[in-house]
């Protein structure tokens, strides 16, 4: 996982690199400099010679300079690499997502894929730029001061050995600790954030049934939660600072004592006691730092993980090799389809769907709530593969065709639709890129829109805010099937989608489409008789299986479901309003 | 209506700028904090006070450690141990007391942000609760859900990590620097000065870096806008084989916050080695400055006098370099927080009535008298000026004279609306989406208060009743059923809290639910998580009927209750309705006008105004609007 993340890194593999590199000599300055600093105070200071202490003082600014620059140029390098890591990572995810199918799609929710695309990608870039940097330093420093330290003097060195030794012990136990612990506040704080979720998409009903009290009393107990959770993960956290504290005290001490014993006996120099000082601080520090990599990386996993699992999501629905792209006519058979969603035989959404539709023909689809009309439609364009049996257009199986021709082929508004912000024009031009004026125009009168598109001032310049949510339900419906037909399809699939239309309009884009476009083969999805009463055949649905299949008085005559239905609507003369 | 609440959000946006003002909002929030934890706080800060001394003297011992006692004993003018020993006990003492202070600030600290969080949380959450239901509609529920994770996150680092770091750091900066003072004062202007280079160069690059981290968030908001709309429309996309064009703009926009995050980041860690390498410059000069001054022997300047001073300038250089980390972080902090309280400003709802709904029983003598007890009757509890208090028998009866409604002043959505509802009758309103039929029952239930004209609720102004007492008295179904987290039955419970067990099962009958639920892996304890996912349309229809019938209000609305589930499965759904509203007051907004035929009265509407008014007979024979809608596909066909 790691690995296939990583090599997201792309071409910023050089910066990736020079960050660290001009870190390590940076790193090596670093380390020079208190030793500049010992020889300063010992020959220079010590011994009241002024000209070693500004020959030794310049070398010094010198080095600085130098670590100075090292240090910027990593800086620059690690936010370059860490910057376009991440915006490889993103594109990398959403072209993953564009290629998904429908049953991709499925299994994330759009919140999750959103999530992923920001939050965790962000929280990778920051772990990612934090190793590169600090993964780096850190345990050159460690390692360079103590080298220093042990050619200064070994005791010294043992010391410091000792406090690496207790803090690397300390700081792991209370990371250990204290994981668990957040990971369970974390768990609770998703569960608090799912009721405040619950209770803004709720609260008309908390204020219908005044139940502004009892949420309150239900968010308290959640909160309470999370407050005793993050104490008790804190209860280790916060022993960080006193135990850094300590193991810095005592070296101290003990580094005073060693020191002046050393320093009496003449084996040590006051310089390099004051040395030995500032490198006890660079060993502690990089200590820190390791540990503070290690909670990154904790939260980070997570995120990874999350964004692997789409990375490495393969669509199932691609090309064969040759694929076929020219789709001759309209025509659509359905050869012992069974379909299930879960890809098991033993739960079937579809069962044994027989059906053979002449390329022009117009047929409705009628059918109760979870009857699969929807799936069914949805294996015309190859949404989804059949699990058995087989779906023929123009006498070719859907799936030895190229992909894109059959979309092209096959326009379906979807019942769940959605228009881009943008305007009309734009959202139009997602059926064809370069539809002109007329074509769009055109569109629009089949679908009944442009007599209220002539109403906004703007017209077909009239922007659509995101969602479509400045233009009405039925203004929706007629321009998604304007934009579906832009494309010129040869089978034009409508799943449900004229149910926020007057029934008069609806009957007009009816009588449209049909003299129209008269070559296309059209497939309606409707919950009204009306809608569909006109079309050369009617598909009865039932739990997944054709219970009829043909015109409206062959249904009324001979199936009891259609009869039903339509009593229900027509009989007890109901229509449908806007 | 749309534009309506751009507009309104606009204005709020402005609202937001305007108000910015750090100063007043670090008050408020130390406001809070010194309120619940004084105490804790006094002792938070004399333990920092204590903590910080202990890590100074121990600088300060350098000087001792080399002036008197290694000195001395090069000298051989002392030959003993003993001394040093004492001495370094002595720091030892300080020390591990230092070590001590700092676990009990932590401690204290921890309890403290922990504490004002929960407190700012719960506030936050009962304040929201108190505010009208136009707050909800004119802000995106993803900005306020951000005022519970991403605000109260930085808030958190802030409270618990800057702030005792912040005033640690201010500790550590006098005390550092008065005992420079103390040591010399030519070596503490040195100092001073490159304090001052410091805090400049800091500035500046935090002005760079902070310019670009402005642009980062701006282009990150901007992408996260495009990947939402794309992600929802995702599967468009793949039906208009569009995938190419959206990765397109993706790319562009990925490419624009790419760009801003490295110049926001290449400043930012820039930071700490210019301030590291200022830190070198500073040593040199006190070193150079210093050795001056020791060899020319000047105010009795030592060798462990350069040696603790320069410890102390490192030590200063590392708090200044800390501070700068801080800072970040503090303004990350301080805007969240400000966030949080434009919510906490925001105004209430507001109630003025007075008159209360409350259980009664009537007397053989036609008296009504306040029972304690749920008698099943319910009176209007009216206290008059003069002390004296009426009751008046709750039937459910609406009246409307001439109301007109706008959610704006500027826009009016209803005109003149006057209709009369008679105990048990049921109105019924039909019309084109947005002819304003949920306003109407909107403004019944007081989500909103009217313009002008008049509302009476069984002959009192509805202003005159306590809201809380109006709701309970109205219930209602609507389109798209909101399910709670919790079991089954707890969903049922919602209508009425202290419900039996037997009362759930009977209201569930009541709304033909019982069936399915029985037939749920756990029936009635079957849990329900994302409202309801797991439940198909019909179901969750049923449940909320079951809801509204437990809560046995003598009112109720339904707002197009049936419109999404099919015709078959209506007719499940429309028994349990139909039992519902027997001897009830109803509201019925609908789609399918066979729900609609059999109502009393039926209002069309259109553009906020009645337009027809009769029952379906009267208005088939009318020929008008109604009789279009209903007859329609007759027509055309």
Not at chain 1, 353 to 373: C, D, M, P, Q, Y
Not at chain 2, 63 to 82: A, G, Q
Not at chain 2, 83 to 103: D, E, H, Q, R
């Amino acid at each position: 996982m790691i690995k296939k993340i990583a090599g997201y890194v792309g071409e910023y593999k050089k910066a990736a690199i020079l960050s660290p590199v001009f870190i390590i000599l940076e790193v090596i300055a670093d380390i020079i400099i208190p030793y500049l600093m010992a020889n300063m105070i010992d020959i220079g200071v010590g011994m009241g010679d002024m000209e070693y202490v500004y020959k030794s003082g310049l070398i010094m600014v010198g080095v600085s300079m130098l670590a100075l620059i090292f240090g910027v140029l990593s800086g620059r390098y690690a936010a370059r690499a860490s910057s376009g890591f991440a915006g490889n990572l993103r594109k990398g995810i959403y072209y993953n997502i564009q290629e998904f199918s429908f049953a991709n799609m499925d299994k994330y929710s759009t919140s999750g894929l959103i999530t992923r695309l920001t939050t965790d990608v962000t929280n990778v870039q920051n772990a990612f730029q934090m190793i590169i940097r600090v993964a780096v330093r850190a345990p050159i420093m460690l390692v360079a001061a103590m080298i220093m330290s042990f050619y200064i003097s070994r005791q010294a060195a043992l010391i410091f050995l000792g406090t690496i030794a207790f803090l690397g012990f300390a700081l792991y136990s209370i990371i250990m600790h204290a994981h668990p612990n957040f990971v369970k506040v974390f768990e609770k704080y998703d569960i608090l954030n799912a009721s405040v979720q619950e209770n803004l998409t709720g609260i008309r009903f908390v204020k219908a049934y005044v139940r502004e009290e009892h949420e309150v009393k239900k968010f308290k107990k959640a909160s309470e939660v999370i407050y005793q959770y993050f104490l008790k993960a804190l209860n280790y956290v916060i022993l960080n600072a006193p135990v850094m504290q300590f193991a810095m005290y005592t070296t101290v001490l003990l580094l005073s004592w060693l020191g002046a014993k050393q320093i009496v006996s003449d084996t040590m120099t006051t310089g390099q006691l004051m040395t030995l000082f500032t490198y006890s601080s660079i060993i502690l520090n990089s200590l820190m730092m390791l540990s503070m990599i290690f909670v990154m990386m904790i939260i980070a996993r997570p995120a990874m993980e999350r964004i692997g699992e789409v990375l490495v999501e393969k669509s199932d629905l691609t090309n064969r090799e040759n694929p076929v792209y020219e789709v001759k006519d309209g025509s659509i058979v359905f050869e012992h389809v069974n379909f299930s969603y879960a890809g098991k035989e033993d739960n079937l959404n579809l069962e044994n769907v027989n059906l053979t539709i002449r390329s022009g023909e117009t047929i409705g689809i009628i059918g109760g709530t979870g009857s699969a009309k929807t799936t069914l439609v949805q294996l015309i364009p190859r949404l989804y593969d059949v699990t058995g049996g087989s779906v023929k257009i123009g006498g070719v199986d859907v799936r030895d065709y190229d992909l894109k021709t059959l979309r092209d082929q096959v326009s379906m508004v979807l019942q769940k639709n959605v228009l881009f912000s943008g305007t009309i024009k734009e959202n139009l031009r997602w059926g064809n890129k370069y539809a002109s004026e007329e074509e769009i125009i055109e569109a629009c009168k089949l679908a009944q829109a442009s007599e209220f598109i002539d109403t906004f001032p703007q017209k077909y310049d009239t922007y659509i805010e995101q969602g479509g949510t400045n233009v009405s339900g039925g203004q929706k419906q007629r321009l998604t099937i304007a934009r579906a037909l832009l494309k010129k399809p040869k089978i034009l699939i409508m799943d449900d989608s004229t149910s926020a239309v007057d029934t008069k309009t609806d009957a007009l884009i009816q009588k449209a489409l049909k003299e129209s476009i008269p070559n296309t083969t059209k497939i309606i999805i409707a919950q009204r008789i009306s809608s569909v009463q006109e079309a050369d055949k009617i598909i009865v649905l039932d739990d997944g299986r054709v219970h009829g299949f043909g015109t409206h008085e062959e249904l009324l005559k001979n199936n009891d479901i259609y009869k039903e239905v339509f009593e229900s609507q027509v009989k007890g003369a109901d229509t449908d309003e806007e | 209506m749309k534009n309506r609440k751009a507009a309104i959000s606009d204005k709020a946006g402005e609202m937001k700028i305007a108000k910015t003002n750090p100063l007043i909002t670090t008050k408020r929030l130390l406001n809070i904090i010194l309120k619940e934890y004084k105490f804790y706080l006094f002792f938070v800060v004399i333990a920092i006070v204590l903590s910080s001394l202990a890590n100074l003297s121990g600088i300060l011992f350098l000087r001792v450690l080399f002036d008197d006692y290694i000195t001395p004993l090069l000298n051989k003018t002392e030959t003993s141990f003993v001394p040093l020993l004492k001495g370094i006990l002595t720091l030892a003492f300080i020390y591990y007391s230092g070590v001590l202070f700092t676990y009990i600030y932590n401690r204290m600290m921890m309890k403290v942000s922990q504490g004002t969080l929960k407190k700012i949380r719960d506030d936050m959450f009962t304040h929201m609760q108190t505010l009208p239901i136009k707050f909800f509609d004119t802000h995106a529920h993803g900005n306020i859900m951000s005022l519970y994770t991403n605000d109260t996150d930085t808030l958190r680092e802030m409270i618990s990590q800057s702030l005792p770091q912040l005033l640690a750091s201010i500790i550590t900066i006098i005390s550092v620097f008065v005992s420079m003072i103390v040591m010399n004062i030519p070596l503490t202007i040195v100092e001073i000065l490159m304090i001052i280079l410091m805090t400049m160069v800091t500035k500046k690059v935090a002005g760079k870096s902070g310019k670009h981290f402005m642009e980062q968030q701006k282009n990150l908001g901007i992408l996260n806008g495009y990947i939402e709309e794309m992600m929802e429309g995702q599967k468009v996309v793949k039906v208009f084989n569009y995938e190419e064009e959206s990765k397109e703009r993706f790319v562009q926009l990925n490419n624009n916050l790419r760009q801003s995050a490295y110049h926001a980041n290449k400043f930012a860690n820039s930071l700490m080695p210019i301030l590291g390498n200022i830190g070198y410059l500073n040593f040199v000069l006190v070193a150079v400055v210093g050795s001056l001054l020791a060899i020319n022997d000047v105010s009795g300047f030592t060798l462990g006098g350069i040696a603790a001073f320069l410890q102390l300038s490192r030590n200063l250089n590392g708090t200044v370099g800390q501070i700068s980390n801080q800072i970040n972080a503090v303004i990350m902090a301080l805007a969240g927080a400000e966030r949080i309280f434009i919510l906490m400003d925001e105004e209430p709802e507001t109630d003025d009535g007075y008159v209360k709904l409350v259980n009664a029983k009537i007397q053989d003598n036609g008296e009504i008298k306040e029972v304690p007890e749920r008698t099943g009757v319910w009176a209007w509890k009216h206290p008059h000026n003069d002390g004296r208090v009426s009751y008046k028998q709750m039937l459910g009866e609406v009246v409307f004279d001439n109301v007109d409604f706008g959610y704006s002043e500027e826009k009016t959505v209803l005109h003149n609306i006057s209709l009369y509802a008679k105990q048990g009758q049921k109105i019924a309103f039909v019309g084109a989406t947005g002819a304003g039929k949920t306003t109407i029952t909107n403004l019944i239930n007081r989500f909103y208060d009217i313009q002008d004209g008049k509302i009476k609720y069984d002959d009192i102004n509805i202003n005159k009743i306590k809201k809380a007492d109006l709701r309970k008295s109205l219930g209602i179904v609507l389109q798209d059923t909101h399910l709670f987290t919790g079991t089954v039955a707890d969903n049922i419970r919602y209508g009425k809290l202290d419900a039996t067990e037997e009362e759930v099962v009977a209201a569930a009958k009541l709304a033909n639910a019982d069936m399915f639920i029985r037939h749920l892996p756990e029936g009635y304890q079957t849990m329900i998580t994302g409202d309801g996912g797991n439940l198909s349309q019909g179901q969750r229809q049923l449940l909320a009927i079951a809801r509204a019938a437990i809560a046995d209000p003598p009112v109720l609305i339904l707002d197009e209750a049936t419109s999404s589930i099919d015709t078959r499965t209506e007719k499940i759904v429309q028994e349990g309705m139909d039992k519902l509203m027997e001897g009830r007051t109803v509201f019925v907004i609908a789609h399918r006008l066979s729900t609609v035929k059999n109502s009393d009265v039926i209002m069309v509407l259109e553009q906020g105004r009645v337009i027809e008014r009769g029952s379906h007979k009267e208005l088939i024979e009318k020929k008008g609007k109604y009789h279009q809608l209903y007859t329609g596909a007759f027509e055309l066909s």
